[in-house]
């Protein structure tokens, strides 16, 4: 393309969209982008690299008209730009198609992909890849704290990329990863999920077959070690394919795995051999999966068990996985990306693990396609019953929802409360925030799950305890001087 194009993102907000708007930026394109609200982290992102974001979505927006428009998955037909867009004839593509046009020709690329665990895997690659001195290009669905962003595009060989199952675009209803033609693949797991667009498991079992269908011969794939869906979806792989895990099966084997309130530790063993010794900050027994990938697909492009070692040591996070984003009047508040109720179950074990005997809360926004409907209503009940204090606000744009699809609030809190638990439906981040800030103690932990903006309440809980703080001091001094 002509590096005096004018390319304008519609839906630039959303965690791949912003990082190739960066990335188109970073090439020389002059670059533009709308969408109906934008929230962090993505919004700061964009801010920080001077990319310039109207909302909401309107015709204006394409004035002047640009070069070309990239189309995001979640824009559809009756949007005001894709309208204008189609109405005049502008050259339009997806997100996916452009990745694969302007930045993997030439590459190495390495995806990683799953149901669950595919962004922070994909940063503990990059991250160690850094730290060998590689200099690989990467795109990931979040904010990684070691890089300070989303993507990078690197002068070495690699491309190490997210690998996402959800649709391309309105126009290409097919997967986004099967654009990416890996030469090497991580599959982290593989469960019913995207219920928008998937029928069943059956379904999301085939896009995965497909894209490992796609890895030539001289390639590898590392796939989990646990899950019958796993297993199919690698049952006719072309190229050598690794299990990790803790099982029986695994190549790349977890032992000696220490949770603890001050870090994770464990050993890896590939093929009945000790290969390293690893530790890091993170929690979660589900990050130690993560990391064991990352580690064998390191080491089989050469980088040493030392170098991954020390890159595992100093991995930091994703900016929305278990952040802790405030720490007020001894109440630790973290924001965690919950998007399915098996991931729900991981976080809250982990925060478990993390902060022992400490009252934990679990409030969350049924906000994602397969949360807000009630094809997981046990499952979910299952995951919340980890915490202490359960709190549930209304499914998110639950109008858009037949009341017999759409998951019941109301029903989760009684079962919840049958199972000794205390939990409650409030409807907003304001109810909640309002109900739940004078409630809480020094020493609790809460979990504030939800894929989306939630109202504000990342900002609003923060802020309620501070005044209930300061209003309990000026109370305290005024009896004081009486």
Known sequence: MNLNQHIHLIGICGTAMASLAGMLAERGYRVTGSDAAAYPPMSEFLGSLGIPVAQPFARENLDPQPDLVIVGNAISR?????????????????????????????????????THGKTTTTSMLAWIFEVAGKAPSFLIGGIAENFGRSFQLGQ???????GDEYDTAFFDKGPKFLHYFPDSLILTSVEFDHA??????????TSFQRLVNLVPRRGRILAFDQGESVSRAIARAYCPVERYGAGERA?????????????TAWSV????????????DLAGEYNVWNATAAAGISAHQGISANTIAQALATFKSVKR???????????????????????ISASLAALRARYPGRRLWAILEPRSNTLRRNIFQDELKKSLTLADEVVVANVFKSESLAEQERLDVDAIAAQLIG???????????DNIVKVCAPEMRAGDVVAILSNGGFGGIYQKLPACLASLN?????????RSRQ
């Open 78 to 114: 009756g949007n005001l730009e894709l309208e204008h867009v189609l109405d005049n004839r502008i050259p339009f593509s997806s997100l996916p198609q452009l990745l694969h046009q302007e930045f993997l020709a030439g590459k190495e690329v390495l995806v990683v992909a799953g």
């Open 419 to 429: 199972a000794g638990r205390r939990a409650r439906v409030l409807a907003d981040a």
């Open 196 to 205: 928008d667009i998937y029928r069943d498991l059956e379904a999301v079992e």
């Open 470 to 478: 300061s209003t309990t001091a000026s109370a305290l001094e005024m």
């Open 321 to 343: 996985r278990l952040e802790v984003k405030a720490e007020v009047n001894g109440i630790t508040i973290i924001d965690d990306f919950a998007h399915h109720p098996t991931a």
């Open 269 to 280: 063993w590939h093929q009945g051999r000790h290969f390293a010794d690893f530790e890091f």
């Open 156 to 162: 070495g060989e690699h491309f190490i990329l997210e």
């Open 251 to 263: 190549a790349w084997s977890v032992r000696n795995l220490r949770l603890g309130a001050e870090g």
